[in-house]
């Protein structure tokens, strides 16, 4: 999977997450290594599986919500975090458009992975509106820098950054 508008290390960790390749939990126990628990280690409330994590977990769910309020598309819907990231909800943008949303998940979908990790391996909390903050400033850095037919603002990439799925 490709995405110019986005650093190798996200088209890695998006490739994995397809391939069912990041070390969640359930994925380590089904290759045979012990853990204590195979809980999520963000809310304890289910199995921590790649979907759980990335998506369903009310940590990473409310991520979502804010995301796609912020570029006013609605409800996150059921899809798997393999559909996300494949860009199976994108529909109805522009060839440019689709390819900044699609960034935006990806970033959206590294930094959850990255909160996580940072629980577990480290102990810190996670907070909603830094997380949220943090990934505007992430995406805006990481796409504008890439970009190469259009300049973006930062007023409208934090206000209204639907306008860029119309380009």
């Not at 796609?68 to 909800?89: C, K, M, P, Q, Y």
Request: glycine share 4%.
């Amino acid at each position: 999977m490709r995405n110019a508008l986005v650093p190798k290390k996200l088209e890695v960790f998006v490739w994995r997450a397809v391939q069912r390749r990041l070390p969640s939990r359930v994925e380590l126990d089904k290759r045979g290594i012990d853990l204590h628990t195979i809980r999520c280690p963000l809310c304890d409330e289910d199995l921590e599986t790649i979907d759980h994590i990335l998506i369903f977990c009310k940590h990473a769910y409310d991520l979502w919500v804010r995301v796609f309020a912020w570029w006013g598309l609605g409800n996150v819907t059921n899809l798997s975090i393999s559909e996300i990231l494949r860009g199976n909800s994108s529909v109805g943008m522009t060839s440019l458009g689709r390819t900044i949303w699609q960034a935006v998940e990806w970033v959206f979908s590294y930094h959850i992975w990255k909160n996580r990790n940072n629980k577990v391996f480290r102990g810190t909390n996670w907070s909603i509106s830094v997380a949220f903050n943090e990934v505007q400033i992430k995406s805006f850095e990481w796409i504008s820098n890439r970009i190469k037919k259009r300049k973006l603002d930062w007023l409208s990439w934090v206000n209204d950054p639907s306008v860029y799925l119309k380009l």
